[in-house]
């Protein structure tokens, strides 16, 4: 029996039996099941964006060597990314080896061997989970996670990037599209520009999908207009949100799948987000909130920033009111301000409006403060640079706005 046969078995008994009273803690929510894995219900709240339901993980305590029978599979790739969300699972330190103990990476091009080829050559479902970190933003990002998700029972959003599209998605706020970012990139930056100045003058030179040469025909990835989340061209089982998410929630990932598969503790929710509490990023930052009215707005660089105070009080914008909770506010308590990297919370769609709405909040009003108009605050909202890469900085991808477009004149 293969280990696609053993993990429908064991999914098919679960459905069957709920999961026990005492293993409830470490399963999440009662839920839909995973793409091809019935899940029982544990008998907790079901939320559709889950909640971080675990203690911090020890990898080298909780997870068993592999059974008789062989190990899971798993494979990590990055598609439109920084290599941030690969380093971060480098960042579970010696822990990664224990990690070979139950698991063999069929593919992890930042790390071990793995071939495209090998991995078509797998069953469909061979692979127990694919992590996925980075955005969609070319025709081979697109197959790779195409590919994945047909070998895979279980897909994982890993980072921003992938779960919002993150910063590579602030690319959709380029009118042109791919054609003026390549343009910029190859024809119009200082390098490239003398570049072309001095080689091809006559036509500059700049990527082509396809070439013909002696050996044959040579091709690249077409560039899309428009950068997509992960989401938005396949099926996600679950989401860890982070720039990149903090080691714990990979721990607290690979924990559940294995408890799942090696002692039948049900899975959590399908959709649900590794490593989020249910409240905003505030209700764990330790700064003290005073809910000023902000009359300024400055840069942490411009002032000294007092360390204990909240950094909104300080006229810092924040955008921990409209943030989903879980990284345990490692930038604020840094004294830098939240940039919101962990998405939205569960009550909110706009993560940017959300951000926008809690800090117009804080600005005087004429009820409170006679002395202020309307022009004094748009005079203060003037000050803030680049408004629409400050509260989308992440989520441009998962946003209503999604991407510029430019009106056809008439
Ligand atoms: S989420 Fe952040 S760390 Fe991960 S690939 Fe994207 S930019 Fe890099
Ligand atoms: S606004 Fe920012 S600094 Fe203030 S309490 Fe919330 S997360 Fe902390
Ligand atoms: S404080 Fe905000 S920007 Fe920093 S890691 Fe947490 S969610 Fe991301």
Redesign the pocket.
């Known amino acids: 029996m293969g280990f696609f046969d053993r993990f429908k078995k064991k999914n098919k008994a679960q459905a069957a039996e709920p999961a026990k009273a005492e293993e409830a803690p470490k399963a999440a929510a009662a839920a839909p099941a995973p793409a091809k894995a019935a899940v029982a219900n544990a008998g907790q709240p079901t939320t559709k964006t889950g909640f971080n339901p675990y203690p911090a993980a020890d990898l080298g305590e909780l997870l068993p060597p592999a059974p008789a029978g062989g190990k899971i599979k798993i494979a990590i790739y990055w598609t439109a ?5 690969d380093v971060s699972i480098l960042d579970t330190n010696e822990r990664v080896l224990t990690i070979a103990q139950f698991a063999d990476i069929v593919m992890w091009p930042v790390a071990v061997d793995g071939k495209e080829k090998d991995i078509e050559a797998l069953d469909d479902g061979a692979i127990t989970v694919s992590l996925i ?2 955005a969609i933003r070319n025709s081979e990002n697109e197959h790779m996670a195409k590919l994945l998700r047909k070998k895979s029972v279980l897909v994982v959003a890993y ?3 992938a779960m919002f599209g ?2 590579p998605s602030l690319a959709n706020l380029v009118p042109g599209g791919a054609s003026e970012i390549l343009d910029y990139v190859y024809t119009k930056t200082p390098t490239s520009a003398n570049f072309q100045k001095d080689y091809h003058a006559d036509k500059p030179v700049v990527p082509q999908t396809e070439i013909q040469v002696p050996e044959g025909t040579l091709t690249l990835p077409v560039v899309y207009d428009t950068v997509k989340a992960l989401d938005q061209v396949i099926d996600v089982d679950y989401y860890i949100p982070g ?2 998410p903090q080691q714990e929630s990979i721990s607290h990932l690979l924990k559940a799948v294995v408890d799942f598969v090696y002692n039948g503790v049900a899975l959590p929710p399908k959709g649900a987000e590794i490593g989020v509490t249910e409240k905003c990023l505030c209700d764990e930052c330790p700064r003290k909130k005073e809910y000023a009215r902000i009359t300024k707005i400055y840069e942490p660089y411009q002032v000294n920033v007092d360390p204990e105070k909240c950094l909104m009080d300080q006229g810092i914008l924040c955008l921990g009111p409209a943030t989903v909770g879980g990284c345990n506010a490692r930038c604020t308590k840094a004294g830098q301000p939240c940039r919101g990297c962990y998405g939205p919370t569960q009550l909110v769609q706009e993560h940017g409006a959300s951000a926008l709405t809690a800090i117009a909040s804080l600005f005087p009003v004429l009820d409170d403060d006679p002395t202020c108009d309307e022009q004094q605050i748009i005079e203060i909202m003037k000050t803030i640079k680049d408004p629409l890469g400050y509260f989308y900085a992440y989520t441009v991808g998962k946003s209503l706005i999604q991407r510029t477009v430019v009106e056809e004149k008439a």
């Open positions: 990314a920084c290599g941030g969300c970190n980075g980072g921003t990037c993150g910063t720039c990149p």
